[in-house]
Every structure is written in structure tokens, then in C-alpha cells.
């Protein structure tokens, strides 16, 4: 064999071969945490496909990554997926906030077909499962610095005026 070196074949009990150890790679067929986000992402909006709910979360991450800004943005992309992450930090920061129907609004005219309704479902399916992700304490100063309404889209209940 050119190019290897040859070693000894381990044994399992009485000196037969045991099976050959994978090495421990990643692949493209290794899942990802941006796989994982996905997926989560396909199952809390009931997509039919992944493609869908890749789709779907890019332009709901790159709507978000102009409105959260500081020292939240920094944190909220340290603690996604790498892929997630450059969608937000690679967002020019709003130059006007937007309330949360007119966030759906954006996304929805991002979408191809999306009607309001729809796209709230989408908004919601993604930043619900980018709550559970990030935890709570990102999520909290996010809301913060976003207008009321927004804990809606994210999950939570918004029960008391800021």
C-alpha cells in the first residue's frame, strides 16, 4: 500500500478481528449544529422539507440582524451556529426599528407567496426555536432593545410594560 503505514488489525475476544473503529471526522454527512437548528426550525413550523426551513430561517435571521444591535448582536451570534451567526452579524443595522407587525410585514414581503399570517407562523417557528438556542438571558436583553410585541414572535409571554 503506497502512502499508508501498515498496522496491526486489533482483536477482539479469542484473536478474532474486531470491527474496523471509524475515525472520529467531520463530513458533510456528519450533522451540524446548523443542521440541528434546522431541523429544530422544520419541526417547530411543521416544513415539509429542510430546504424550506433553511430557507425560512435565513430571511428571518437576516430581518433580525438589523434590528439587534451591540453588544446583544455580538452575543446572540457567539452562541449560534456558525452559518446563523453570519447571517445576523453580516446585517447594516436598522435605521428605524420596526414594531413586531411590521417585522412580519418585512419578512413576509421576503418570502414568495407569504401573506402576514404566514409569515408571523414562520417568524414565530424561528425565533422561538433561536429562544430555546440561545437561552434566556440574550433573549431577555434582545427584548429589551426591540419595541414591544417582539416576545410574542420569540415564544414568551410579554406581561409587563416596559
Known sequence: ???????TRP???KGTPSAPRTPRTTTA????????????????????TAAEAERVTRIVLSALGGHVIGDERVDLARRLPDE?????????????????AEFVDNVAVRIEGATPATARWDVSSV????????????????LRQLPPGYALLFGRAELAPR
Do not use: C, F, K, N
Request: proline share 3%; no cysteine.
Open 84 to 100: 446563523a451567526a453570519g447571517v445576523i452579524a453580516s446585517q447594516i443595522p436598522a435605521t428605524r426599528q420596526l414594531t413586531a
Open 11 to 13: 482483536t477482539g475476544p
Open 127 to 142: 425565533l422561538s426555536v433561536l429562544a430555546s438556542t440561545v437561552g434566556d438571558d440574550i433573549v431577555v436583553r434582545i
Open 29 to 48: 454527512a456528519t450533522t451540524t449544529s446548523w443542521d440541528r437548528l434546522i431541523e429544530a426550525v422544520r419541526e417547530s413550523g411543521q416544513y415539509t
Open 1 to 7: 500500500m503506497r502512502g499508508t503505514t501498515m498496522t
